[in-house]
Nanobody, 120 residues
Framework: VQLVESGGGLVQPGGSLRLSCEAS????????MSWYRQAPGKEREMVAT????????NYADSVKGRFTISRNNAKNTVYLQMNSLKPEDTAVYYC??????????????WGRGTQVTVSS
């Protein structure tokens, strides 16, 4: 199983970035997908989650109204559109997959992360 993130980089405050995570080696539609982030000296935290079947979404309070998670099951890809970025959004962003059914609920996978830096 591989989760490969892309789209990170350096952006000015108020700017936008779109992260992508392409999954391979798993039945994508049977996994809930999430984005997490970890800033230096801080614990990893959940940013946004999207369910496998009905694409129900959930967001951390700190990003509500600014970030949007979506998925394209035909492309085995999950996205994170980040708008109105703030310096405190600076972190390594990780893609995460968790099994959605009894047969795979214990299966969890992580990508290697992509750096997002918000600075002027």
């Amino acid at each position: 199983v591989q989760l490969v993130e892309s789209g990170g980089g350096l952006v000015q405050p108020g700017g936008s970035l779109r992260l992508s995570c392409e999954a391979s080696g798993l039945a994508f539609t049977t996994y809930h997908m999430s984005w997490y982030r970890q800033a230096p000296g801080k614990e990893r935290e959940m940013v946004a989650t999207i369910s496998n079947a009905y694409s129900n979404t959930n967001y951390a309070d700190s990003v509500k109204g600014r970030f949007t998670i979506s998925r394209n099951n035909a492309k085995n890809t999950v996205y994170l559109q980040m708008n109105s970025l703030k310096p405190e959004d600076t972190a390594v962003y990780y893609c995460h997959a968790q099994g959605a059914y009894a047969s795979n609920t214990g299966q969890r996978y992580w990508g290697r992360g992509t750096q997002v830096t918000v600075s002027s």
